[in-house]
């Protein structure tokens, strides 16, 4: 068994696995549990973690103390099997050291700047361990190449490519590989270390999961596999014990990238675990990433069941199970799951690859509209997105990709609108019908064709409120009521008892109400009944007909508002607001003319108001996320160019641009009252300009480090005159070499004139310093691993900041220097490895606006602004 802890904290009893990773647990108001950070400082708790013999290091916080022969103390070390009391003022607890860990040579020793903490497990590749990178003080996953492929050199090379690899690529949803080495004979590479263990340990301790967690868990693996399609990668080993738990429980994917390395160990051309083999995994000229999607099906079965899809005595029997046997449903599985869940693990476990779903991005998509369907999956929390950020590329990722196209609404919208309209429409096309029909009839004068016109009005609206006069009628021909009318069947034998006539009232109200109901006036035809009830009328209706006629219009009515709702819900997805609202004040219209019953509507067709009212504020919000979206692209497709080149004029008209074509939105606003800052910019340049004309100024070329003069500012970069053999000559070197920050301060301090206002030179040194930081930070969002952008802008954008001024600056100058800072404390935290700090920084910079918000991001965030 492994090792855990069994924990006792007064009523309550559980178990805390322990994965090799450090687990922390809180107590408070009588409870324990586990969670993914440390307690702070106000709350009790402990930490615990396996050492290099096997025992349990046990460590306090808080109010929280353990119990050892009646002393009190902060930490203990517990051997397997050993327990310890402990208390705070909420309790006593009891904590038993359970399982044994595996003894193994590596734990405790030191490998390659990694000290071996623990064993977390073992797959065909190697063991991966717990360990501390001593260099950098953090804890790593450390996987370590098994003894028996580390004396093949081929298996060695392989190894160390696709771990290489591997750690090229970033994701939130893939397991980051930090570093390749090497001690001796042993090869490993270093990983992030993820602490919730894999969903296979948690199956194991917890049992299935919640078809909701099952769903997200695929959808975050589906995320990671998209990533791998686009880079033409086929992972070959999808399954739960692959698959690891962040402690905000999303999921991440391990092993991308060691398919090859895989295959060689285990001697398969395909590689992979049979329960988790397509079909055509068996031909390894087959295997494309149509495969890994099927294994997500049989991973996602896992999940939901516990169980694998097919048994088999021997992985030859499994194959063949994949190739040649249906898979069981859920419920033949004994689990109650929504259709949609259903419909999902069908598609993925179709045999064909090409019936299967068309990519991991599809399966992504797929999976969010199921979440989204039924219940919207709770958001990321902050700590949460701090785990993903991995040295901030998910984070900027986000920020700068390419906006998702908004979806084309789906053609069951305009199918749901036509056919609530068209049920409508017939509705009242039969209520007209039969109030025809039924006036036609007792319009006959001959009563063997009345009778005859009224039952063929029956067949064609039995059941109709007119029915009961048609019936009534019908009879009392039949009875020889001395109208000349033939005898009925069976002549002759006793004659039934003749029923009493429909009151002429009543059949005046009947056509009435019949009436009034084609025309769609339904608070009309209420009224009449109504009014009809009323003493003094007339002669009064009787009971059963005053119900019946009541029932009509009530109905009537529902069945208005059933359509009114469906329609209304169609015309509403497909962005058809005016209509939606037409066709509900339509129907208000036509209920008010019944102020009594219609307070029993009015509830409707208020949230239907309601729901116009919400569709409106989205497509508000819409709008306003698509113009600054729009006021980015245009600021982000000039100014960098235009400050790269020297030219703040450039950049200024191109803002101006920018902001003549969001029109009166408040990012238009925010830009007008902005432009100051470039305004000042492009006079300090101007100022430069100035002065070169009197002559050339001297100044440090940064290639050479000597001294030159420089003659002009031009498109392509400054002419210097230099001393080339004791000769002086001309030369232009390209802006890009001007623009690293310790170069680009020295050329601003040594050419700007003294006479130059310091609001406009510190408006000068800002703009082009963004100009280089946006560059940076883009890169910094690839999040290639072991980019040194975020060090690069740490140390950067501090000798480009310009320095406290004496007077104060003016407002859209002071502002910019301020998200100047803040992205300066962002890139010194990131690259610091605070990706706490880094990210709430990154949040107050993108809630703002300024030049550079707009030349980082899309405008997600809003940028402060109220639209």
Known sequence: MKPRIRWQFEDEEGVLPLRGGRLWAVCADGLLDSLGRPPTASEDGFSAALDDQGRIALAASGRLRFEVDGRRGRRVLLPPGGAVGFRNPDGAGRLVAEGTAAADPLVGTELGGYRILGRLGHGAVGVVYRALQTSLDREVALKVLNEEASRDPEKVASFRREAIAAGRLSHPNLVQVHDVGDDGD????????????????????????????????????????????????????????????????????????????????????????????????????????????????????????????????????????????????????????????????????????????????????????????????????????????????????????????????????????????????????????????????????????????????????????????????????????????????????????????????????????????????????????????????GPPLPPADLAALRARVQTAAEETLANLEAEHAALLGAGDLAAAAARRTAVAEALSDAPAAAAAWKPRLETLAAAEAEARARAARRAAAATRAAFAAAVQERIPVALRRFDPAAALAAWDEAAAGAADSEPAAAARAHRDLLARAAAAAAALRARLERGPIPVVEPIDGKRADLLALEPDGPRLQVQVRGERVERRDPWATWFEPAVLAGFLDQTLPKETDPADAAALRLVLAEAWAADLFRRLAAGAPGDPAARELADGLPRLLPPPAAEPLPPAVARERELLAGLADFAAALAAGDDYSALLRLDDLLDRFGLLTTLISRGEAGWGLSE
């Open 186 to 537: 042993r090869h490993f590479f270093s990983m992030e270390l993820v602490p919730g263990g894999t969903l296979e340990d948690r199956l194991r301790e917890q049992g299935p999961l919640a078809w909701r967690d099952a769903v997200a868990a695929i959808r975050d693996a589906a995320l990671a596999l998209a990533f791998a399609e686009e880079h033409h990668l086929v992972h070959r080993d999808v399954k739960p014990e692959n698959l690891m738990v962040t402690a905000s429980g999303h999921v991440k994917l391990a092993d991308l990238g060691l398919a090859a390395t895989r295959g060689m160990i285990e001697g398969e051309g395909a590689g992979g675990t049979p329960h988790f083999m397509a079909p055509e995994s068996v031909h390894p000229e087959g295997i494309g990433p149509a495969a890994d999607l099927y294994s997500l099906g049989c991973t996602l079965f896992r999940l939901l069941t516990g169980d694998t899809v097919f048994h088999g005595d021997t992985v030859r029997d499994i194959l063949r199970a994949h190739r040649e046997l249906e898979p069981p449903t859920l419920r033949e599985a004994g689990v109650e799951a929504p259709r949609e869940v259903q419909e999902l693990l069908s598609a993925l476990l179709r045999k064909d690859p090409a019936d299967r779903p068309d990519s991991a991005a599809a399966v992504a998509a797929w999976c969010d509209r199921i979440l989204s369907h039924r219940r919207q999956r709770r958001g990321l929390g902050l700590a949460a997105a701090v785990l993903v950020l991995g040295g901030g590329g998910f984070l900027l990722w986000r920020a700068l990709s390419p906006p998702p196209p908004a979806p084309a609404p789906a053609p069951a919208i305009a199918a749901d609108r036509t056919a609530a309209s068209e049920r409508l429409e017939a509705q009242r096309a039969a209520e007209k019908a039969a109030q025809e029909a039924f006036a036609a009839a007792m319009a006959e004068t001959d009563p063997a064709r009345r009778a005859e016109a009224l039952r063929a009005f029956l067949d064609a609206h039995a059941g109709h409120t007119l029915a009961t006069a048609a019936r009534a009628e019908i009879a009392r021909i039949e009875a020889g009521a001395g109208d000349g009318a033939p005898p009925p069947d069976g002549a002759g034998a006793a004659s039934p008892p003749e029923p009493p006539p429909v009151p002429p009232e009543v059949v005046r109200v009947q056509q009435e109400v019949a009436a009034l109901l084609a025309e769609g006036r339904i608070g009309a035809a209420w009224t009449a009944v109504e009014a009809a009830a009323e003493p003094g009328a």
